[in-house]
């Protein structure tokens, strides 16, 4: 088993545990074990695909993926489950918004100052 843990202000916002040894046969059997050992419900999961499903619970959603890829059979993957904090989540595609916003108004801040002084220099 491996182990992922990813920090936003200090705070875990997601957990993400890979089984490498561990092949479940599929999606629906790997949530309801999910289910069972975390107390998680079994209703409520939106199946993305036949190898990927998503728990969306208060503040925080829960995935479940097989380890294999439906548009690609030929590649796999270790089966993951992953706990995120929809908040914290939420916060960082706000900031990571803000620099993309950031970095368009710097190049057109930078396109702005070259436009002006290829006018100033004209012969």
């Excluded at 419900?41 to 829960?62: I, Y």
Aim: hydrophobic share 35%.
């Amino acid at each position: 088993m491996e182990f992922f843990w990813h920090f936003l202000n200090g705070k875990l916002f997601f957990l993400s545990t890979q089984y490498t040894e561990f092949e479940p046969p599929n999606l629906q059997s790997f949530v309801r074990q999910v289910a069972a050992k975390t107390n998680l419900p079994t209703e409520g999961w939106s199946f993305e695909d036949r190898d990927h499903a998503v728990l969306k619970c208060l503040g925080f959603n829960v995935e479940v993926w097989t380890g294999r890829y439906a548009r690609r059979p030929e590649y796999s993957d270790y089966p993951t489950v992953t706990i995120t904090n929809t908040v914290a989540s939420a916060e960082l595609a706000r900031r990571e918004k803000v620099l993309e916003l950031r970095k368009k108004n710097a190049e057109l801040e930078r396109l702005r100052r070259e436009k002006e002084r290829k006018s100033v220099f004209k012969p």
